[in-house]
């Protein structure tokens, strides 16, 4: 599973409050990405990183941001979460040359 | 930027045949083209990629084919068989810059009747 782990796994928070989840990688990949699931919806982008506090927005990045200040982990912040941020959010990292990225396990958030 | 559309969103097929599933994509800049395996509670798993140089690619039971020139390509499984039941994405490059991001289709969920 290309060495990626994702915490926490589940997390219940209420509206308002500050969310940060965690993408840890062992293998010294360059590039790490954030994405959203939704039904419906498939994978959409929120932010990407292409190395060390090198960082750039997806498709879905208003209400998020992320912070990389070491390789092997990319950390996504929800300031304020909001019900609309209620998602499975995946991590994924790619290796150069290649184009090909794998998933972390997921975290499941819930905004009640 | 690229968008990619993906048909049909459910399709069901009898054990021993065979299914298709397509993808458009709009960026004619885009060369690379996977396709994950989504089984449910799991995380997206890639199971086969096409590149544009190339028409066609196979692995065993499935096949991807691209075409460049309608900006079309496609997952092909033959044999079907249960553990082929899944949700299958396929997905495209946004070339920027050389930082590369994926863009997925929104899914076709698979179920293969016994």
């Known amino acids: 599973d290309a060495g990626i782990t994702q915490s926490p796994r589940h997390k219940v928070t209420e509206t308002g409050t500050p969310v940060t989840l965690r993408c840890h990688q062992t293998?010294?990949?360059?590039?790490m990405y954030w994405y959203r699931q939704d039904p419906g919806h498939g994978l959409r982008l929120i932010h990407y990183s292409y190395g060390v506090k090198d960082t750039d927005k997806g498709e879905v990045s208003d209400g998020y941001s992320v912070s990389r200040s070491k390789t092997e982990d990319f950390l996504l912040t929800l300031e304020s979460a909001t019900s609309s941020q209620t998602s499975v959010y995946f991590c994924?990292?790619?290796?150069?040359?290649?184009?090909?990225?794998?998933f972390g396990p997921g975290t499941r958030l819930t905004v009640t | 930027g690229e968008n990619v559309e993906q048909h049909p969103s459910t399709l069901s097929v009898q054990e021993g045949d065979s299914a298709v599933i397509k993808c458009t994509y709009s960026?004619?800049?885009?060369?690379?083209f996977p396709w994950y395996k989504q089984e449910l509670g799991k995380r997206p798993q890639l199971i086969i990629d096409?590149?544009?140089?190339?028409g066609e690619k196979k692995d065993q039971r499935i096949a991807v084919t691209l075409n460049k020139t309608a900006k079309h390509f496609s997952l092909h499984i033959t044999e079907t068989q249960p553990e082929d039941s899944a949700v299958y994405f396929c997905?495209?490059?946004?070339?920027?810059?050389?930082?590369?991001?994926?863009?997925f289709g929104t899914g076709t969920r698979l179920t293969i009747i016994p």
């Open positions: 293998e010294n990949h360059r590039y």
């Open positions: 994924a990292i790619r290796g150069q040359p290649t184009y090909e990225q794998y």
């Open positions: 997905a495209a490059t946004s070339s920027n810059f050389g930082n590369e991001k994926l863009t």
């Open positions: 096409i590149r544009s140089n190339v």
């Open positions: 960026d004619s800049a885009s060369n690379y």
